[in-house]
């Protein structure tokens, strides 16, 4: 572990910690309503990433997501929840030595059916398309291929825990036919635990299989979380790490990276 990443290990839990309260029920259950991908909540959560050891010349890509959240009603028993991940990436040395990208990269826009409240048994669900747009800025940064496929999620939240799991598929049908089709799976399993304090603790993998390459990356991640507020405004705030277990040789990380986290909420 470098010295960069150990210090921000050892400084994140002290951070959240030492924070005035937001520790009522109606921190706890904003911050368990942000362990739900369906939820019925307005969030717009910034994810940065730091990886390094990066394909063969041992580059570093830095990974912003803002991922915007907006529940849609459809009547007294319905949502329409779209969760859209918009990239932003800056890289060095991944494409070849001496090379620099920096830029947005491809969207993904996902809606999910959902019911507002769970079944007789606990479970939480949301079923929908989900849809790729090439709005890479740069060549390196996008794929240029137009997308779409299902998306789905299940999940139940049983006192303090939360556990689950999100999937996708998504087929190209457009776009450049000189680079690579897209045919892949998205698989995430997760779960979290949500204290009194409003404090999150997740584990989950983010992980991808590519049909055409044969290829998994597959990360897992720990990350420490806690909602408070900061004047009026309510947010989530945290961090934590993530390991590559399997990752393609030409172009997947190694070892250990960064996850920032940081929410706006704004409950209705």
Do not use: C
Not at 29 to 35: D, E, I, M, P
Not at 88 to 94: E, L, R, T
Not at 168 to 177: C, K, S, T
Request: zero cysteines; a negative charge.
């Amino acid at each position: 572990m470098n010295a960069q990443k150990k210090v921000v290990f050892l400084a994140l839990p002290a951070a959240l910690y030492s924070l005035p309260g937001f520790a009522d029920e109606s921190g706890a259950g904003l911050a368990k309503q942000l362990s739900n991908p369906v939820a019925n909540l307005i969030s717009v959560p910034f994810q940065l990433n730091v990886d390094d050891q990066v394909g063969p010349n041992n580059g570093t890509r830095t990974l912003l997501n803002v991922q915007p959240v907006i529940p849609i009603t459809l009547n007294d028993e319905t949502n329409i929840i779209s969760r859209t991940i918009l990239p932003f990436s800056s890289q060095s040395h991944v494409t070849g030595e001496g090379e620099d990208q920096a830029g947005m990269g491809d969207v993904v826009q996902s809606f999910f059916y959902s019911p507002k409240s769970p079944t007789q048994s606990g479970l939480i669900w949301g079923v929908g398309p989900v849809l790729l747009l090439p709005t890479g800025t740069d060549s390196a940064l996008s794929g240029k291929k137009w997308g779409a496929g299902p998306t789905a999620v299940l999940l139940k939240q049983s006192g303090p825990w939360t556990y689950g799991g999100l999937a996708n598929h998504i087929w190209d049908y457009a776009g450049e036919q000189s680079r690579k089709s897209v045919n892949a799976t998205f698989l995430q399993p997760f779960v979290s635990y949500t204290t009194p304090d409003a404090i999150s603790y997740s584990f989950n993998s983010e992980s991808t299989y590519d049909w055409t390459q044969d290829q998994w990356s597959v990360p897992v991640n720990f990350n420490i979380t806690k909602v408070t507020k900061i004047g009026s405004q309510i947010i989530q705030f945290g961090g934590g790490f993530r390991y590559w277990v399997h990752t393609p040789e030409e172009t997947g990380p190694e070892g250990l990276g960064i996850r920032l986290n940081l929410t706006f909420l704004f409950p209705q």
